[in-house]
């Protein structure tokens, strides 16, 4: 499973977007990106998964350049329920279960 | 469509005591796993399931048993507990395919004493 690296925490305002990266520079050609998101007292939930480009739903996008080495969570327009613990997570399906979970990044949204 | 439910959501036990803590999913999802989350950190792997009758250590296995019997469960038990498995434990669930998506539950706070 790829390693990841992602900044410990982020501060926001209210209103503002939100980009954190990733890096996984030993990523394989068969992985995929994914993150979750944690809040408190709460389990990880889904957000967005990706293989290569853009990927957008009506939460985040993922920008994932060409070389795949790194990717980019964007929150637009981020509110207080926004703060959480975002995690970054690469692998495939032979995987299965094995979700590797690092440290994640704490967003702190700002009034 | 109850998702994944783990029980209790909380527990007090003394050291050495033995427990078990539940976990159930109604998605018919092949796979299912243990974590524990310390304050402050990440998610660590204990256990997990590819499916019925089968199971495999993760990171952490050490001091936890479990068993899957059925599609549906997959109970966590702690043989003989430590303050060191004092921590928040979730239950995961996700299906074979491409899509990775896992389904967490809202977590057991356990502490030992």
């Known amino acids: 499973l790829a390693k990841t690296t992602q900044p410990i925490s982020m501060d926001s305002y209210e209103g503002q977007e939100v980009n954190i990266t990733c890096s996984h520079n030993n990523i394989a050609t068969n992985d995929y990106i994914t993150w979750y998101q944690q809040f408190p007292s709460q389990g990880p939930r889904f957000i967005i998964q990706g293989y290569k480009t853009k990927v957008t739903n009506e939460v985040a996008s993922l920008f994932i350049p060409a070389d795949r080495k790194s990717s980019t969570l964007s929150l637009p327009r981020v509110s207080l329920s926004d703060t959480a613990v975002y995690y970054c997570?690469?692998?495939?399906?032979?995987?299965?279960?094995?979700?590797?979970f690092g440290g994640g990044t704490r967003v702190l949204v700002k009034p | 469509n109850a998702g994944v439910t783990q029980t209790p959501k909380f527990q007090v036990l003394k050291t050495g005591q033995s427990m078990t803590l539940q976990c159930a999913q109604d998605?018919?999802?092949?796979?299912m796993s243990w974590y524990r989350q310390d304050p402050g950190m990440g998610l660590r792997l204990i256990h997990y399931?590819?499916?019925?009758?089968?199971?495999d250590q993760g990171e952490v296995p050490n001091g936890y048993n479990v068993s899957r019997s059925t599609t549906e469960d997959f109970p966590l038990r702690l043989l003989s507990a430590a303050p060191s498995q004092t921590s928040v434990y979730f239950c995961?669930?996700?299906?074979?395919?491409?899509?990775?998506?896992?389904?967490f539950g809202q977590g057991t706070r356990l502490t030992v004493v």
């Open positions: 995961a669930s996700r299906s074979w395919g491409w899509e990775t998506e896992a389904f």
């Open positions: 997570l690469v692998g495939d399906k032979a995987a299965g279960n094995k979700l590797t």
């Open positions: 998605m018919n999802h092949e796979y």
């Open positions: 399931s590819v499916g019925a009758g089968i199971t």
